[in-house]
């Protein structure tokens, strides 16, 4: 799983470019994923995540212990 969310299960999608005469040519739309180390205070340990940029303004929002225990991840 090397280019998607962690916690919005985002990855890249494909489309066209298109030009000014419309001709389509197949091209990615890659997500904005950045490595992060989160402080879990519960376990008293560091975890690293990868996360698009969204994922990383919904655990500012919440916090990181809510959003691991809704989307289930494991962490031993």
Known sequence: ???????????????NKRSHALNATKRKFKINLKNHKFWIKSK???????LSTKAMRIINKKSIETV????????K
């Open 68 to 75: 691991l225990k809704k989307t289930k991840i494991n962490n």
């Open 1 to 15: 799983m090397s280019g998607i969310c962690n916690i919005t299960k985002k990855k890249t999608i494909f489309g």
């Open 44 to 50: 008293k340990k560091f975890i690293k995540l990868k």
